[in-house]
């Protein structure tokens, strides 16, 4: 009997952990039930709560850095080859927290020692594919807008907006869950970079429904952080990050 392999599925290839506590690596990444979206978020917060000041300093250096970056011509389209770069040392600094040590601010620049090539490759994909998608936004809502004009229309109609707003939108999802756990499987197991996105999307794409209830319950949290004047978000950010790596350690680890 001969047994035919799912080009759409990620490669089931064990490869050496960089990390070995991390447990067994599920290259793959398994489904988990829908509650764990939860879950992951209440494992963000009890890093939080353990090391609070550093989890607030760490996410305000990372924001502040991006904030100036991003205001800086041609530095803001290389921000986007940094950005994997800088998840990859908030992901170590969760795993250090985790086994017991100490999370530091320092932890933001760890992944640039070892790890910068690798994630700037991410980093450049990520961009390639944002290029791509707005130029298939630019000639979507460019034919719109010519079809309209050749019809007569005074004034753009709403489908010149609405639509390609839904391109992007449906376009960009597939790549941020491409990028998601890319740093986080580089890192910690070898995963080459093109592979990491490739399990990073699959992974996702499998877990639909925890991952919906992960996004509504952080919708949830955002509205209640900008309440009393956004200072809930010093507490939300550093939560959400820390829930990234939860989720990564209930998808692609067995312990």
């Not at 609070?52 to 850095?65: E, H, K, R």
């Not at 933001?108 to 490759?121: E, T």
């Not at 955002?222 to 990564?248: E, R, T």
Request: hydrophobic share 60%.
């Amino acid at each position: 009997m001969t047994t035919q392999s799912n080009p759409f599925m990620a490669s089931e290839t064990r490869v050496p952990d960089a990390f070995p506590g991390t447990g067994e690596f599920i290259p793959e990444g398994q489904v988990v039930p829908a509650g764990r979206g939860v879950s992951w978020i209440s494992r963000g917060w009890e890093m939080f709560r353990a090391a609070p000041g550093t989890w607030i300093g760490l996410s305000v250096l990372f924001l502040a850095i991006v904030f100036l970056l991003a205001m800086i011509p041609v530095v803001n389209v290389l921000l986007n080859l940094l950005l994997p770069i800088f998840v990859g040392g908030i992901v170590m600094g969760c795993k250090a927290q985790e086994e017991g040590g100490e999370l530091r601010v320092g932890h933001l620049f760890a992944a640039f020692q070892g790890y910068a090539g690798k994630l700037a490759l991410v980093g450049l994909m990520y961009v390639v594919g944002i290029i791509v998608i707005a130029l298939a936004v630019a000639v979507v809502g460019g034919g719109i807008g010519f079809g309209s004009a050749m019809m007569g229309g005074g004034s753009p109609s709403p489908a010149a907006f609405l639509v390609p707003a839904l391109i992007a939108a449906l376009l960009f999802v597939p790549l941020a869950m491409a990028v998601w756990y890319a740093p986080a499987l580089v890192i910690f197991h070898g995963v080459a970079p093109v592979q990491a996105m490739k399990s990073s999307f699959f992974a996702c794409l499998k877990n639909f429904m925890p991952f919906l209830v992960y996004s509504l319950v952080l919708v949830v949290l955002a509205i209640a952080a900008s309440l009393p004047l956004g200072l809930g978000w010093l507490v939300l950010v550093p939560v959400s990050q820390a829930s990234i790596y939860a989720s990564y350690r209930d998808m692609f680890t067995r312990s």
